[in-house]
């Protein structure tokens, strides 16, 4: 069965840390592209960041560009995001979505909350 | 101006034709086509079509979509309370060098 399955979210206060890990089964993760979209509670949807198949290259939002870093361990079939310098306006659910002929899988979302 | 632009609701009746439609000012939006998703209320989206029109294996053929210049296009015909969900439109934008989303169409069933 073809699965993207998230972990790691949780409640963080401002300028924290939090690194989500998604774990990939069912297809071959280390030729496709990942990505992570977010959703905040209530809105549309905004794409975070992509990263290539061999990890040679990421994308990012201009939101989050400096404080997140997308990567992943092919051999382990895992994408991770690491948020540092967290703010209130972070808070949403991430996804981990692969990109094969546009966002083709999602996982379920784990969701980040950034509150004092 | 950056960003997608679709109707924030959409009301049609039961087994009538629903129509979505994305438009953008910026030409360099949609070097890759534009792809449509389906979400349910409490549901991670779907993936509904791709470059434009092409429709990904297990979907619904009541499922079209399409393209003109600057403006796309979903539309689902006999629509069933099931099809009652948020739908958004994406595509990449090579002046940001990032995918945008549109702000979402909530498709209501009548």
């Known amino acids: 069965e073809v699965q993207l399955v998230e972990s790691g979210g949780g409640l963080v206060q401002p300028g924290g840390s939090l690194r989500l890990s998604c774990a990939a089964s069912g297809f071959t993760f280390s030729t496709s592209w990942m990505h992570w979209v977010r959703q905040a509670p209530g809105k549309g949807l905004v794409w975070v960041a992509y990263i290539k198949s061999d990890g040679s290259g990421t994308i990012y939002a201009d939101s989050v560009k400096g404080r997140f870093t997308i990567s992943r361990d092919n051999a382990k079939n895992t994408l991770f995001l690491q948020m540092n310098s967290l703010r209130v306006e972070d808070t949403a659910v991430y996804y981990c979505v692969r990109e094969f002929n546009a966002f083709d899988i999602w996982g379920q979302g784990t969701m980040v909350t950034v509150s004092s | 101006q950056a960003g997608l632009t679709q109707p924030p609701s959409v009301s049609t009746g039961l087994r009538q034709t629903a129509t979505i439609t994305c438009t953008w000012n910026n030409n360099n939006v949609g070097s890759q086509g534009v792809a449509w998703l389906q979400q349910l209320q409490g549901h991670p989206p779907k993936l509904l079509s791709y470059r434009n029109n092409n429709r990904p294996s297990g979907i619904s053929e009541r499922v079209s979509a399409s393209r003109s210049g600057n403006t796309a296009s979903l539309t689902i015909t006999g629509l069933q309370p099931e099809d009652e969900a948020d739908y958004y439109c994406?595509?990449?934008?090579?002046?940001?060098?990032?995918?945008?989303f549109g702000g979402g169409t909530k498709l209501t069933v009548l």
């Open positions: 994406s595509a990449w934008d090579d002046s940001l060098s990032a995918w945008v």
